[in-house]
């Protein structure tokens, strides 16, 4: 094999394999810190609120208290409680007033509950999710 062959393979070989390691070791760069979640919700026996479409409910959990919301028959949201921009501050933690919006009490951010983008005040990034997993009647909230 010719050298101009086996330096291309090389070189080929080398970047790949550079970009494996730079999408296995992505960062977490959302500024509400990274923690376990993985709970199961029966919603026949629990949390009355999410069983209509427009329902919300806030649980335990995540790094600063999960709130879930019910976009449709079969599609739950659920993100971290916390709010992006002060996320260490325990007064910071999001509150739905007029769903699907929630609010953060110290500055005043918006976020939308459909997909947790900021829709006002300082807020730059969106709020930390958590993945939703609906198998009726269980609902399965993860963050893997
Ligand atoms: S802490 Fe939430 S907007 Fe400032």
């Avoid at 296995?24 to 009355?48: A, G, M």
């Avoid at 996320?87 to 997909?115: F, H, M, W």
Wanted: hydrophobic share 40%; net charge negative.
């Amino acid at each position: 094999m010719d050298l101009f062959l086996k330096t291309t393979l090389r070189i080929v070989f080398l970047s790949l394999l550079l970009l494996v390691i730079t999408a296995c070791t992505k960062e977490d760069r959302h500024p509400v810190p990274l923690v376990p979640v993985e709970f199961r919700i029966n919603l026949e026996f629990q949390f009355i609120e999410l069983n209509s479409i427009g329902g919300w409910v806030n649980v335990t959990g995540g790094f600063g208290g999960v709130v879930i919301y019910r976009m449709s028959v079969d599609q739950f949201t659920a993100f971290d409680r916390a709010c992006p921009v002060h996320p260490y501050d325990q007064e910071a933690r999001l509150v739905v007033e007029d769903p699907p919006i929630a609010k953060c009490n110290v500055c005043g951010s918006t976020y939308l509950l459909l997909d947790g983008s900021p829709i006002s005040g300082p807020a730059k990034h969106p709020l930390r999710p958590y993945r939703t997993v609906f198998d009726d009647p269980f609902l399965y909230v993860t963050n893997f």
